[in-house]
């Protein structure tokens, strides 16, 4: 293992400390409670900048972020960012993607989608598709890029079997930037690799992902593609960018879910950031991250698919 500097050292230390890990241990009703409380402290920020126009609309009973560049570009991106399904996006979520609005030159699509605390994943997934739909209105499949962290990234990949088993009634996004993705752990294998990751994550626990399963559908039988993102469609998917820390729970998933994609004719770009924790691209606190966050910006200024 390469040298950690102090002040990745000094991050682990202080989100310990924090007892993050500690809530996705609890079983399924002491997770649920925890997360209403958060949910009724949850306010979508008011954000400013020169170069862009910010606004919150209502959709479908839930709310939308739009970060508008001032100076028209047709490049948009819908980034669904994650939380396990139990919590709205905080605020510093909302300033990083007006961050990479402003890196970039891409709009944002921001949603705050229905969480599983109150609603089943395929509802999740009722409400997802129409925000989609009405971004085909304004731009071409080609020019959307879909963006996700954690749950938004598992929902982000889900999308696309969702529209696959409708029949392609909507235009497929071409690109998808996939940061931790998670599915259920069912199967002994990928359940033993999480209890070895375990012992390295400082912020996820596996038993939230043996559990998960519940939470998602309060007992409802929803389609496989829902709950394990290795049983899903991506034919007409172009490619995904797929990311994980080494030393997090989820990267237990990484080599079946990258195999399915590849299976369907997907090109997949694998980054594998040795020792860092969960989503880490989006959180470059240390400098182990930063390259992350560079290469993260790097494929959102890109116009088309990778031609490497």
């Not at 509802?123 to 731009?139: G, R």
């Not at 009634?169 to 002994?188: M, N, V, W």
């Not at 980054?271 to 924790?277: K, V």
């Amino acid at each position: 293992m390469s040298k950690l500097s102090f002040k990745y050292r000094f991050l682990k230390w202080v989100v310990k400390q924090m007892g993050v890990k500690n809530f996705f241990s609890k079983d399924k009703d002491e997770i649920v409670l925890e997360a209403r409380k958060t949910m009724g402290k949850t306010k979508v920020p008011i954000l400013s900048h020169s170069e862009i126009n910010y606004e919150v609309k209502d959709f479908c009973r839930g709310k939308v972020v739009y970060i508008t560049h001032k100076n028209p570009t047709n490049k948009v991106c819908l980034f669904l960012i994650g939380g396990g399904m139990l919590v709205h996006p905080m605020p510093g979520s909302i300033k990083t993607a007006l961050k990479i609005a402003v890196e970039t030159g891409r709009n944002m699509v921001v949603p705050y989608y229905p969480l599983c605390i109150d609603y089943t994943i395929d509802e999740v997934y009722d409400w997802l598709y129409p925000l989609y739909k009405s971004m085909l209105e304004t731009y071409k499949a080609k020019d959307i890029i879909i963006t996700g962290s954690s749950s938004g990234a598992t929902l982000a990949l889900g999308l696309v079997s969702y529209i696959n088993v409708l029949g392609k009634k909507a235009e497929l996004p071409k690109r998808i930037y996939a940061s931790s993705p998670g599915q259920c752990f069912t199967d002994k294998d990928t359940i033993r690799k999480g209890r070895i990751l375990n012992e390295k994550d400082i912020i996820l626990h596996v038993s939230y992902m043996e559990i998960a399963k519940s939470i998602l559908t309060h007992g409802k039988n929803v389609p496989e593609y829902m709950l394990y993102l290795e049983k899903g469609d991506y034919h007409g998917l172009e490619e995904v960018y797929l990311s994980y820390g080494s030393d997090e729970v989820l990267y237990a998933a990484y080599e079946v879910i990258k195999n399915r994609l590849e299976e369907h004719g997907v090109r997949v770009i694998s980054e594998i950031g040795e020792n860092l924790y969960h989503c880490y691209p989006f959180f470059p606190v240390v400098k182990e991250a930063k390259e992350g966050w560079k290469n993260m910006l790097k494929y959102h200024k890109a116009d088309d698919v990778s031609k490497s």
